[in-house]
């Protein structure tokens, strides 16, 4: 069965520091892979995605992740965390049926919550 | 903005009433997505539509059901009403099923 992981329910990195926010997924058909970051009150925003071209992927607000199929990884990174980047992050995969859309789905990871410390 | 819109805003109701949430998906998408977000279960795929049809379900109530019209704006019932279902109610939509989903602002829904 498909699933997606996130390694840590909540992280916590000082202002400046490197952010790694870990996801793996296990499907039997290569995926799409979506990072999406949800602030308080708010919906999920797409951050980035993965369709199967380069496997580095960059995103809105210096964010990018890495499509690692060898280790079916898809982690999350930014270089220099920022306070207003505290949120929620959510991991997703797309995962295809082999013979109709009306297998398709997506399915979400349980999330990470990000503080990010002054 | 992300084009997807939901009413309300805000839902305060008591037990054992029912009510309907509304979503608008972005000018083009076919799929509707509904979900639950509490603080204990995180966020939960309740059903999906695609182009008035139902594709998938999640984790679904019977008290609650959808329906996705002609126009593609979708409902969510939600009935006979328990303490447990107050949540964040999202609606999201894609152009297929294989792209990626944009989130409405959410229904909060408040059961006394």
């Known amino acids: 069965a498909q699933s997606v992981t996130q390694l840590g329910s909540h992280v916590s990195v000082s202002e400046g520091a490197l952010v790694l926010l870990r996801c793996n997924y296990s499907s039997s058909v290569p995926p799409y892979l979506f990072w999406y970051v949800q602030y308080p009150n708010q919906g999920l925003q797409l951050l980035l995605k993965?369709?199967?071209?380069?496997?580095l992927v960059k995103g809105i607000n210096g964010f990018e992740a890495e499509f690692k199929k060898s280790e079916t990884s898809f982690h999350l990174t930014k270089p220099s965390a920022h306070m207003r980047d505290a949120a929620e992050y959510f991991c997703a995969v797309s995962v295809w049926g082999i013979m109709k859309t009306s297998y398709d789905k997506v399915i979400f990871g349980p999330g990470t919550s990000l503080s990010v410390i002054p | 903005d992300s084009g997807v819109t939901q009413t309300p805003k805000h839902l305060i109701t008591a037990t054992g009433q029912r009510v309907t949430l509304r979503c608008s998906p972005r000018?083009?998408?076919?799929?509707v997505y509904w979900y639950q977000q509490s603080l204990d279960q995180g966020l939960q795929f309740l059903i999906q539509?695609?182009?008035?049809?139902?594709?998938a379900k999640g984790n679904i109530l019977e008290r609650f059901s959808a329906q996705q019209f002609p126009d593609l704006h979708s409902e969510l019932n939600l009935s006979s009403l328990e303490l447990g279902d107050s949540a964040l109610y999202f609606c999201a939509s894609s152009l297929t099923t294989r792209n990626e989903q944009f989130f409405g602002p959410g229904t909060r829904l408040t059961v006394l």
């Open positions: 000018s083009g998408d076919l799929s």
């Open positions: 993965y369709t199967s071209a380069a496997t």
């Open positions: 539509y695609y182009n008035g049809e139902e594709r």
